[in-house]
């Protein structure tokens, strides 16, 4: 039988920031795996370690020790070409912040990662590959529109869209919802949950909010740079914010 590599596995992961004298521990020995195809939420207070993870696991920043293997392969031993690479062609992020261009239409936003890219990608091919990821978060009818023309939970699909362009087989969002009011969220978080069951996407989701984690099928809790427990998810949230059962559940771990 053969095992399954999970996508993202790390071990004894510590990042360490030197503050002036003091040592701030970020993350503290950390060791996760996550399979394709999950969609984990990760909560905690704030300084408890969720975001330095996030930053890790997107290839933005390096750990003070311990080991990151993204799709079986150690990312300490690639090369700073072969992670940007990596970053690019694997992984889509969205923030809480839009990070849109404000005078440039919607379709313009989501065509950039093309114009930056390493492989040039001609004009006719650019705008298919975006109308295609608008209509996947359901804004093919308002690429045209400024994105200062749209509202937060239209500019949030805007960035997703964004994400999306290079068919990642990731994605890691930091707060998707938390600039925006609960009956948006409920939108933004049913598309990133039809990303994960109609394309397979793992999606590793940053969130405060518990209405907003039990959208997750797994939830992982930080403090103080460890993880405090690790579950599957006994309620998660369908279309429309409703409530659906899961059997399994995991036990906390210490």
Do not use: W
């Amino acid at each position: 039988m053969t095992s399954k590599i999970p996508v993202i596995s790390i071990r004894n992961l510590t990042k360490t920031y030197q503050m002036g004298e003091v040592a701030v521990h970020a993350l503290r020995s950390v060791s996760l795996d996550i399979n394709a195809g999950e969609f984990v939420t990760v909560v905690g207070p704030s300084g408890s370690g969720k975001s330095t993870l996030m930053h890790i696991l997107g290839c933005l920043d390096q750990p003070s020790r311990g080991q990151y293997f993204l799709d079986g392969k150690d990312v300490s031993r690639l090369s700073d070409d072969e992670v940007s690479s990596v970053r690019n062609s694997k992984i889509g992020f969205v923030f809480q912040g839009f990070n849109l261009l404000t005078r440039t239409s919607a379709l313009e936003n989501v065509e950039l990662p093309l114009l930056y890219g390493a492989n040039p990608v001609s004009a006719s091919e650019r705008r298919n590959r975006a109308m295609a990821a608008l209509a996947a978060v359901g804004l093919e009818s308002r690429y045209e529109h400024h994105t200062n023309q749209l509202s937060g939970g239209q500019q949030q699909r805007v960035a997703i869209a964004r994400a999306l362009l290079n068919n990642p087989s990731i994605l890691l969002a930091d707060e998707p919802t938390g600039n925006l009011d609960s009956r948006t969220s409920v939108e933004v978080m049913d598309i990133f949950q039809s990303l994960k069951e109609e394309r397979g996407i793992t999606i590793v989701l940053i969130t405060h909010e518990p209405d907003v984690a039990a959208y997750g099928s797994r939830i992982i809790a930080f403090k103080d740079g460890v993880i405090t427990a690790d579950e599957l998810n006994g309620q998660r949230r369908t279309a429309r914010g409703e409530l659906a059962e899961i059997p399994e559940v995991v036990q906390e771990t210490a």
